[in-house]
T-cell receptor
């Protein structure tokens, strides 16, 4: 299957700083990428949909000014957590939809990034 | 409201035994149903994908079933191995791009 790379896999930062997480589709061009957040023992929750060349679409309750998403190329989307606070500590997972598989609605997931805000 | 419920929440079995995980959903408009395996601290990995018209799909020791009438699915794991210890997530894809995730079943396989 297609490969989605996410970096870093783990990051620790101080409260008030910003953290950038990268999501790359390695062997296909992804016009659409998704960002999820997962708290311990809970389901993945969709935060936003990232479309190449346009503004991201955020889910209800997700602050777009806090979680900045940039999808400047067909293989890279970034999520920046601005002014991070301890309550932002979570597991962030990205996924990418392969254009050829749009009809099947297939998303390939990255390995996730664990963010710990001190 | 679109919901995907899984049971049991957690399960402990001995290595070599079989087990079955359940998934009930109230999702519309339905596109397909998937089962994912998620190891701790990792992203989900797809096991099976079934469309509305498919009743069963196998992937090695994993066999998924789907009853679209009762809106139920199951994942059967045969001859469990220690490496099967993980969370298993039932996901229903809408005809739009969105996925609706279940809360998962945490499986622990003991030697």
């Amino acid at each position: 299957g297609a490969v989605v790379s996410q970096h870093p896999s783990w990051v620790i930062c101080k409260s008030g700083t910003s953290v950038k997480i990268e999501c790359r589709s390695l062997d296909f061009q992804a016009t659409t990428m998704f960002w999820y957040r997962q708290f311990p023992k809970q389901s993945l929750m969709l935060m936003a949909t990232s479309n190449e060349g346009s503004k991201a679409t955020y889910e209800q309750g997700v602050e777009k000014d806090k979680f900045l998403i940039n999808h400047a190329s067909l293989t890279l989307s970034t999520l920046t957590v601005t002014s991070a606070h301890p309550e932002d500590s979570s597991f962030y997972i990205c996924s990418a939809r392969e254009p050829l598989a749009v009809a099947k609605n297939i998303q390939y997931f990255g390995a996730g990034t664990r963010l710990s805000v001190l | 409201k679109n919901q995907v419920e899984q049971s049991p929440q957690s399960l402990i079995i001995l290595e070599g035994k079989n087990c079955t995980l359940q998934c009930n959903y109230t999702v519309s408009p339905f596109s397909n149903l998937r089962w994912y395996k998620q190891d701790t601290g990792r992203g989900p990995v797809s096991l099976t994908i079934m469309t509305f018209s498919e009743n069963t799909k196998s992937n090695g020791r994993y066999t998924a079933t789907l009853d679209a009438d009762t809106k139920q699915s199951s994942l059967h794991i045969t001859a469990s191995q220690l490496s099967d210890s993980a969370s298993y997530i039932c996901v229903v894809a809408l005809r739009t791009y969105k996925y609706i995730f279940g809360t998962g079943t945490r499986l622990k396989v003991l030697a």
